[in-house]
């Protein structure tokens, strides 16, 4: 256990796992030609020199006369305390601003692409990890979306109900004969349907969550686009908001 915390806390100072190894078998040998280290680190000699010498760089190995061959060192350890205990105060100084230039930059929208079926589900399943959640509103054509792979989207219908995630959805006339919209009270979801008219408006999907939209497109390739953008959030809230108020 100790070893591992002295392996993570090496890491945060920046020395990779390679590093790390010859690093600590140098610090248990005390003095030691490369051999011994390679021996004791598990690694093959060539490397063992050539990760010695990158310490030594580094100004935390030190070259020791001992006879004709060349044996190594640890310097002082207080080296690398000192550094990280003045990185962890940078830190606790700069926290404030970092995390209002965080802030500051929120209003910038982020999008993400995602291509082909398994991109798709795994953003369903992404959906449902998002902590926080407890609503977003939906514009779909039901029924394509469940055939594009009925038993992960009628799982998903299930999964997402059992977390507590309410949806409005506003569907085309085409999804009302769906097995499962007799069951929309215990899917935690709350529907209402275009008229007839307006079932071949569209063929996708639009979801209106609280800091993001995302766009599924499925009529001639299947991708989406996951847009972080409160501009974009609230005019597509303003226009599921009218449609809802307008259909039944």
Do not use: C
């Not at 920046?14 to 140098?26: C, H, I, K, P, Q």
């Not at 802030?103 to 082909?116: D, S």
């Not at 991109?119 to 509103?137: N, P, S, T, V």
């Not at 766009?215 to 303003?238: G, P």
Request: glycine residues 6%; proline residues 2%; hydrophobic residues 35%.
């Amino acid at each position: 256990m100790v070893k591992e915390k002295l392996k993570s806390a090496l890491r945060g100072y920046g020395l990779n796992d390679r590093e790390t190894g010859v690093y600590l078998a140098l610090l248990e040998l005390g003095v030691a030609n490369g051999h011994e280290v390679a021996e004791k680190s598990g690694m093959i000699r060539t490397t063992t020199y050539s990760l010695l010498e990158e310490l030594k760089r580094k100004g935390l190995v030190t070259e020791v006369e001992k006879g004709k061959i060349k044996h190594y060192s640890i310097e002082n350890p207080q080296k690398i305390i000192t550094e990280m205990e003045e990185r962890n105060k940078l830190i606790k100084e700069t926290r404030g601003e970092l995390l209002s230039l965080y802030q500051a930059a929120e209003h910038r929208p982020i999008v993400r692409f995602y291509k082909g079926l398994e991109a798709i589900k795994k953003l369903h399943d992404d959906i449902l990890k998002e902590r926080g959640l407890k609503q977003y509103d939906i514009l779909t054509a039901e029924a394509d979306w469940l055939n594009l792979d009925k038993e992960f989207f009628s799982s998903f219908l299930q999964r997402r109900a059992d977390r507590g995630i309410h949806t409005r959805l506003i569907l085309d006339s085409k999804s009302k004969g769906l097995e499962h919209q007799e069951k929309n009270k215990q899917l935690n979801r709350e529907v209402r349907f275009l008229p007839p008219e307006y079932q071949d408006a569209y063929t996708s999907e639009v979801y209106i969550m609280p800091r993001k939209v995302i766009f599924i497109a499925e009529k001639k390739e299947l991708l989406a686009v996951e847009i972080e953008s409160m501009d974009i959030v609230e005019a597509q809230q303003f226009l599921f908001n009218f449609l809802w108020n307008n259909t039944k």
